[in-house]
Structure formats: C-alpha cells, structure tokens
C-alpha cells in the first residue's frame, strides 16, 4: 500500500501528545514537574492539533466529518472520541492546575493524563487492526504505538524540562525515554521478525496469474514485500532509518544526559537532537508498515 | 428479505472479459476503477513438478464479495458502508466522508475512490438492476453463461442466468426474463465443487464453481 501521509502524520503526532501527557501526568503523580506543568500541556494540545489538522488532510468529505459518530464500535469513531476525552482531560488539568494553591494539579488529575496519554495511542493503533492486513493485524501494533508514545513522551518532556530549568523532573524523564527507546528497540525488532515470516499467509497457491487490466505491471511478488524488511529493498530504511538514528541515537543521546547529569539548555539540546532523530526513526517505520501492508488477497 | 449472490462456473469461463466490460458500461465506473476484474490465475504445473503441456489455469471474475461478516462495514465509521435488507453491501454516498478504510479493510481490493465524486464505490450487484427483478449487468452479458444469480435462502440449484428465449426475434422484455437455472444448465456438481475467495473472518458470498479434477487455489 502506498503511504498515507496524513494519517502517518496522524499517528505520530498522537502518540507525541500522548506521551507528553503521560509524563507529565507521571511527574504529578510522584509531585514533580511542577514548572513544566503548563508547557506540557501546551505541547500536548499543540500536537493533538497538529495530528488533527493532519488527518482532516486524509478526508475527501471533511465537511461531513460529523457523520463519524454514526458508526460508534468502529475504529474512526472510537479514536475521534478518544481526541475528544483526551483534549477533556488537558482541560480538567488545566483547570485544576490553575485553581490549586500550590499551583501542582492534584494527583487524581496525573493519573486521568497517563491514562489519557496511554489510551489514546492504544485506541489509534486499534483502528488499524484489520484482518485484511496481516501486517497491521497484530497487538504488536497497538504495543509499538504505546511504547513510541513512551519513548517520544520521555524525550519531548526532556526538552520541556530543560527549557524551563526544572531539574527535579528530569531524572524520571529520561528514565522514561530511555525505558521507552529500549522497549521500542525490541517491539521494533520483534514486529519486523513477525512480518517478515509471514509470506505464508498471502495465496500462497497462486504461483502465477495475470491481470488484464494492468498488463504491464508485474505481479505482486508477496513473498518479497513482506521479506523486504530485514534485509531486503527497506532493509537500509530499516536498519539506518528506523533503528539506528529512530532509536539507537536518541537512546544513546538520553543516556549521556544522564550521565552527564546535563541540565538546562544543554539537556533541551541533547533532547531536541534525540526527539528529531526519533521522530525521523517512528515515521520511517510507520512508511514501511505502509510498504509492506498487503492484502491476504494480494493479486493486484 | 432475500440474501442475493452470484456463482461463477470457472469450468464454463472464458476470460472474454464482457463481465468487466458491461459492469463499466451500466455503471459508469470510472476509467482505471473496476467494480469487477477478471484474473488469470495460472498456468500452473498439473501435478507437482509437471512441464508444459501438463498444465492448467482458469479465469477468477474478482468483485465486492458481499460478505456475510463485512470488515468494510465494521470498519465505516458513519455507516455508508451498510448491509442492505437484500443482503448486498452497499454504500449511501451521502454520508461517505472518504476516509477510505473501507477500502483498505476489504481483503479483495474491490473498493475504489471516486476521484470525482471523492466518495469509495464498489459493486453494488447493479441494485438499480435487480430491485426490478433484472439480473445483474455482469450475469445478464457473461459470455460464456457462467454467472448465474439469485437468493441464497432459496437455494443454490435456484440461481438463474439468461437463456435463448424460445422464438427468435422475440421482444425485448421476453428476451430478458427467459432464465435458466444454474441447476439445469450447467455442467453437474456437487458442494464440494463450490468454492469462495481466501476468508479473513469475512464470510465472503460469493460462490466460484470449480469442479473436481481442476485444483482451486487460494
């Protein structure tokens, strides 16, 4: 399948206002963050809006985009609902956080936001579960989207902290991306493992066929496509896109934040390098899952 | 209501296309765009490891299967992509918002984006068709009178598809309701003989009719 880009866009800004939202609803569960309460949740909405506007690009008839509630069990509806709880649960910390006297939202709020930030990047990666497409049809999709929350989560919230100086948050943060990065690193790994051994399941019994209706296309060589990952056409992709600069780099660049003990701009910087080169790594994978999503009818 | 459905003999298909042809034809599908194809699928060896001539293949008319369990239905997120009273999959393009998951949840490749319209379209068993008691376009014009249409609740045997009427000449309204039944015109089969496309929880409907002898791929 071609890639989809506003829906590509979609996913990954969703599971960075997840993972921020996350963080920070960690941070206030274990009363720290306090400074960098506010940017969060700005960064967080701003991302929900950008993945937003993304998506809306997808839509031939946005202007019908209410008729979305139609259908309330479909995947869709159910992500457009979770958009709508999620920008409820940034509202209700806002407004928590605003009207406490110590300026810190109470811990009730923290854990509606790690539900939120957790919840919304599972719902989306529900959605793509289709029978149809063996390679988006496995909970290592929806755990691939969580922990990619996770991993960007921790990084941006890097930035936030080192950006408003607040130093008692950036230990857990980075902790949480490095968890993040080594989760994502395996759920990678394994996810390519699982689609690359699954040519199997496309009609196999069809060795040879023609379609007139496209004579000059070759057929579709299913084994290939989804072999193509480790060490077939997107096997650089993979292995430099996704692997070595989406995680290995950004994990590296977190690590010697915390050895380094960095603070301040100098640990906004480390993170900002580490969130460019994660976001590089999660859209290459999410353009590959595209790449290799193909029918169990795959004759055309 | 009734629980309509179309079977192809492949032992009687010929690949001339006229399905694909007169689907484009009755429903204005868009140039690019087919509500139904028609595949080639082989030549494949006979037996395992067989040269030519020892070689066989068969021709696989691939359309919207108006599954039983539909993913494009599940999928749909404002309800176009609906079950009709008569069983068919059809979609209201009022409400169709071209999010195209329909089209990426079916596992035939069958649904395509108008481009023009910016709505997913697909076979709709020419509904204007058959609420007339008409056969589908497909069925009516197949050349080699291997389609054959009907209600699965009135049995298989029962499907009809067009036949000579029996004076030339005739009228046109006599021309197109003389029918056969699949039962009495073609070739005999057994359940075994009947086959449906790869099933990914999706219970397509739509039958294909190979017989013993012939090896069905899937």
């Known amino acids: ?300 | 209501m009734a629980n309509y459905a179309i079977i192809t003999d492949l032992n009687r298909c010929t690949g001339c296309l006229a399905c694909t042809v007169a689907c484009k034809a009755v429903n204005g599908v868009p140039v690019g765009d087919f509500w139904i194809k028609t595949l080639r699928v082989g030549p494949h060896p006979k037996t395992d490891g067989a040269q030519f001539p020892d070689v066989e293949m068969y021709f696989l008319p691939v359309q919207c299967q108006h599954c039983e369990n539909p993913e494009c239905v599940k999928v749909c997120p404002t309800e176009a992509s609906h079950i009709r009273e008569d069983g068919t999959i059809q979609v209201d393009k009022s409400k169709c918002i071209g999010c195209q998951f329909c089209a990426m949840a079916c596992p035939y490749g069958v649904r395509y984006l108008n481009k023009e319209e910016r709505v997913v379209e697909k076979c709709t068993l020419c509904e204007q068709r058959i609420s007339q008691g008409e056969l589908p376009q497909c069925v009516s014009q197949c050349g080699a009178r291997a389609r054959f249409f009907g209600d699965l609740d009135q049995g298989v045997d029962n499907f009809e598809g067009p036949a000579h009427p029996d004076s030339p000449g005739c009228q046109y309204d006599e021309m197109t309701q003389t029918r056969v039944k699949l039962k009495d015109y073609v070739e005999a089969y057994t359940e075994n003989d009947i086959h449906y496309l790869v099933d990914a929880g999706n219970k397509p409907k739509l039958m294909y009719l190979m017989r013993e002898g012939r090896k069905w791929r899937e």
């Not at chain 1, 100098?266 to 994660?278: E, H, I, P, S, T």
Request: glycine residues 12%; proline residues 3%; hydrophobic residues 60%.
């Open chain 1, 1 to 300: 399948m071609n890639p989809e880009w506003p829906l590509i866009l979609f996913t990954f800004f969703l599971c960075v206002s997840g993972g921020v939202l996350g963080v920070q609803g960690l941070l206030c569960v274990l009363g720290k963050g306090k400074k960098m309460q506010l940017p969060s949740l700005v960064v967080s909405l701003a991302a929900l809006a950008v993945g937003g506007i993304a998506v809306f690009m997808h839509l031939q008839h946005w202007e019908r985009i209410f008729n979305g509630f139609g259908h309330i069990t479909s995947g869709i509806t159910l992500e457009f609902i979770g958009c709508i709880v999620f920008f409820v649960v940034l509202v209700l910390y806002f407004l928590f956080m605003r009207r406490s006297e110590d300026g810190m939202a109470p811990k009730w709020c923290g854990v509606l936001a790690i539900v939120a930030g957790l919840g919304l990047p599972a719902l989306t990666g529900d959605s793509y579960l289709m029978h149809a497409l063996p390679s988006w049809n496995t909970p290592l999709l929806i755990v691939y989207y969580l922990v990619n929350a996770v991993f960007m989560g921790g990084l941006a919230s890097l930035i936030i902290a080192g950006a408003v100086g607040d130093d008692d948050a950036s230990g857990l943060a980075t902790k949480v991306a490095l968890a993040g990065g080594v989760l994502q690193l395996v759920v990678v790994l394994a996810y390519a493992l699982v689609i690359n051994g699954s040519a199997g399941l496309y009609s196999a019994e069809i060795q040879y066929y023609f379609d007139p209706t496209l004579p000059d296309v070759a057929m579709v060589d299913r084994a290939g496509i989804v072999g193509s990952i480790i060490a077939g056409d997107q096997a650089v992709l993979f292995w430099l896109g996704a692997i070595a600069v989406g995680v290995v780099v950004p994990a590296a660049l977190a690590w010697l934040a915390l050895r380094q003990k960095a603070a301040g701009t100098k640990l906004a910087g480390y993170a900002g390098v580490a969130v460019a080169c994660c976001a590089v790594g999660g859209i290459v994978w999410r353009v590959i899952l595209y790449v290799v999503a193909i029918s169990v009818f795959a004759l055309y």
